[in-house]
């Protein structure tokens, strides 16, 4: 039997051929973005920065080239821009890539890297944060700030970051699930419960940057959820799942935390007292660790001044 003729089967795979391009060119943007390794977009003009800026300082940072994390950016950056407030610090925010220059860095005590995505630097912009932290600035990055599966710049996913991100699941996407204190000893997990139960999309490294040396703070509990991804993948780690952690780079305090995903996430009481102690840990407010405050910070003044 005959249900659809040649001429018919034919205006049909036309049409399949037509939608399919339709929908890659209207996700063209994203499918760059996740899938091919990122946007190209770098800015080479340096910004000046306030002259009024005070002291200690912050610079808040949520360029993008590869994902967009549209719900969580703004209202992290409003939440920095609280803490700054509140404790009379300096704050700049920006998407420019060329803000990164020695001079402009050496005016702050800790960049926050807010889901920052992709590879955002030319090689001037990348030497810049690489010189300043391993000189004593602070860094603290968050969530997507360590998600992109292919990054260019290995520096900064190996040394900085600490881990691979593999992926997070899909099925679905958000869970709740309970997180363990590694170290409650720490200004970020100080105020955490020991079992931390709360919802997020969950990442998985290719290893847990225990290995390397680097100091867990969080772990998670993989019987608690379901550890699949996108394509039925298996994102497994096992027992020592991490999922924030920080370490001495050179002698700058780099701390990274994989939550805070949904908008939401920067409203909950106990994840804010984590990125507020963790901010002033990196900012050398509180806590220990990574050499001489004071040489880290005259070493980072007078790499601002050379640069000149
Ligand atoms: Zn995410």
């Known amino acids: 039997m005959k249900l659809v003729s040649r001429k018919g089967c034919g205006i049909m795979l036309l049409a399949i051929l037509l ?7 209207f996700n063209w943007d994203i499918i760059q973005r996740i899938f091919l390794g990122g946007v190209k ?3 080479t003009e ?9 002291s200690p300082a912050i610079l808040v940072f949520s360029k993008t080239n590869g994902f967009r994390h549209e719900e969580a950016i703004p209202v992290a950056n409003a939440l920095f821009a609280d803490f700054a407030a509140a404790d009379g610090w300096g704050f700049h925010q920006t998407e420019n890539g060329a803000t990164f220059t020695p001079q402009n860095l050496a005016r702050f005590d800790a960049v926050v890297f ?12 990348r030497e810049a944060l690489r010189s300043y932290v391993e000189n004593g600035g602070g860094f603290v990055g968050i969530h997507g700030s360590g998600g992109d599966n ?7 996913v190996e040394e900085l970051i600490g881990a691979q991100f593999i992926g997070h699941p899909m099925d679905p996407q958000f869970q709740q699930a ?21 919802t997020d999309e969950w990442y998985s490294f290719e290893a847990s940057p225990r290995a390397r040396g680097y100091n867990l703070l969080l772990t998670i509990d993989e019987a608690s959820y379901s550890p699949v991804g996108l394509f039925g993948d298996d994102l497994k780690m096992g027992d020592d799942h991490p999922l924030a952690w920080w ?10 935390s994989a939550l805070g995903h949904t908008a939401e996430s920067y409203a909950e009481g106990e994840h804010i007292a984590m990125l507020l102690g963790a901010t002033r840990w990196a900012m050398r407010l509180e806590g220990d660790g990574c050499g001489n405050e004071a040489a880290a910070s005259a070493q980072r ?3 601002g001044e050379t640069a000149e």
């Open 19 to 25: 939608a399919g391009a339709a929908f890659v060119a």
């Open 41 to 43: 977009v770098y800015e």
């Open 46 to 54: 340096a910004p000046a920065l306030p002259d009024d800026l005070a």
């Open 114 to 125: 807010n889901n920052v995505s992709g590879d955002v630097f030319t090689p001037e912009q």
């Open 150 to 156: 292919s990054y260019d710049w290995r520096w900064y």
């Open 178 to 198: 309970t997180l363990r204190v590694e170290d409650a000893s720490h200004p970020a997990t100080v105020f955490l419960p020991g079992d931390w139960s709360r």
């Open 247 to 256: 370490h001495c780079q050179g002698q700058g305090r780099a701390f990274y």
């Open 301 to 303: 003044t007078q790499a």
